[in-house]
Structures are given as structure tokens and as C-alpha cells.
């Protein structure tokens, strides 16, 4: 008897999970054909309301892949979990970000992904012109094949390292306590070429 209650348990926890993907994508679906169906009919509001929620829903479910993308703790390091934010056009200009904070003694690091921004403007604007980059205290770097923005303070040991991915991600690691070397070696452990296909 029990061991039909346990079968019968986990085959519905197994339905339930296999079912969140396809609930997310089905609220997604809905909400553009609701959307289209209340542009046809000449509600302009309803459908431009809906297709709004579509779009965070969609950024929603792209931040929580993101995540995936943030660096394992380095040896000797510990990792916090890991963070998604998705915004709608009307905050800030929108985007999409991913965080996580890591900690090894008094050290620490921060590592943010941010995609589908307009910050991607100012931050690209640094990178592509050396002068920008040179003014601010950084000095050009390239990791992975990547161009990316170094700033260091030995004295205060603390840094920020900015990365540009495919004109699209902005990777900013940023530490306080933290070794030069250790800063850039977050850096390298980022899967440049699968953020590039994100």
C-alpha cells in the first residue's frame, strides 16, 4: 500500500515538474494571442498591455537561463546563489541581469551579466574607443578573445574589470580586497562563446 502511495506521489511530482516549462511558455503564448485577438477586435490598450507581459515573461525566463552562465567559486572560494532581475522597458530602459557575489577571507567578488540594456551604449562607447578607456584609470584588456576594460587599485587592492560579449552582454566582476590576478581569473572562468549564443 505504501509503496503505491510513493509510485503514485512521484509520478505526480514528475508531471508537475516537466509541467513548469510548458506553463511558462503556454502564459507567453496566451498573452500574444489574447494580445492579437484584442488588436483585431480594436482594443489597441488591452493588446499593447499584453504584449508587454508577454515580453517580461520572455526576459523573465531568459534571466533565469542566464544564470546559469555565472562563474563556479574559484578553489578556496564560496559562492552565493545566484541572482536574475528582468526589467521592462519603462525602468531604466529595460534589460535583463544576473548576479553573484562570492567570498574567500576578507575578499570578495561580484559578478553581473547584463544584456538588452541601454547601459550596453556606454559601456560599448569605453570599449571601442581607447581614449574613454585610458581617461577613466582603465587600460585594455583581452580575455578569451574578448575586449575588456581593467581598473585597479593595488593600493586599496579593488578593481573592476568590465567585458563586452557580441555588442550584446556586458560582464562587470567587480572585487574589494581582491588580487589583480584573481579579478582576471573570474573573468577567464566565463563561457564567453555560450553567452555569445544566449
Known amino acids: 500500500m505504501l509503496e503505491k502511495i510513493l509510485t503514485r506521489t512521484i509520478l505526480l511530482l514528475t508531471l508537475v515538474v516537466c ?4 506553463r511558462a511558455e503556454d502564459n507567453v503564448l496566451s498573452a500574444i494571442k489574447e494580445a492579437t485577438r484584442q488588436y483585431e477586435t480594436g482594443d489597441y490598450t488591452g493588446a499593447a498591455s499584453n504584449l ?12 533565469e537561463r542566464m544564470k546559469a552562465l555565472l562563474p563556479k567559486p574559484l578553489s578556496g572560494w564560496e559562492g552565493e546563489e545566484a541572482s ?6 519603462a525602468i531604466l530602459g529595460g534589460g535583463v541581469t544576473v548576479s553573484r557575489d562570492y567570498k574567500k577571507g576578507t575578499s570578495a567578488v561580484s ?6 540594456s541601454p547601459v550596453l551604449q556606454s559601456v560599448l562607447m569605453m570599449v571601442n574607443n581607447p ?3 585610458g581617461a577613466g584609470g582603465g587600460k585594455l584588456e583581452t580575455l ?6 581593467l581598473k585597479y587599485d593595488s593600493a586599496k587592492k579593488s578593481g ?3 567585458v563586452v560579449v557580441a555588442s550584446r552582454f ?10 589583480r590576478e584573481d579579478l582576471l581569473a573570474y573573468g577567464e572562468a566565463i563561457d564567453y562563446q555560450a553567452l555569445e549564443k544566449h
Open 52 to 63: 508587454d507581459y508577454a515580453a517580461q515573461l520572455v526576459r523573465q525566463q531568459k534571466s
Open 144 to 149: 578569451k578573445g574578448q575586449r575588456a576594460i
Open 111 to 116: 559578478v553581473e551579466i547584463v544584456s538588452d
Open 19 to 22: 509541467a513548469q516549462p510548458l
Open 160 to 162: 573592476e574589470l568590465y
Open 170 to 179: 556586458v560582464v562587470t566582476i567587480k572585487g574589494r580586497q581582491i588580487a
Open 131 to 133: 581614449m574613454f578607456a
Open 84 to 89: 536574475a532581475q528582468a526589467l521592462g522597458a
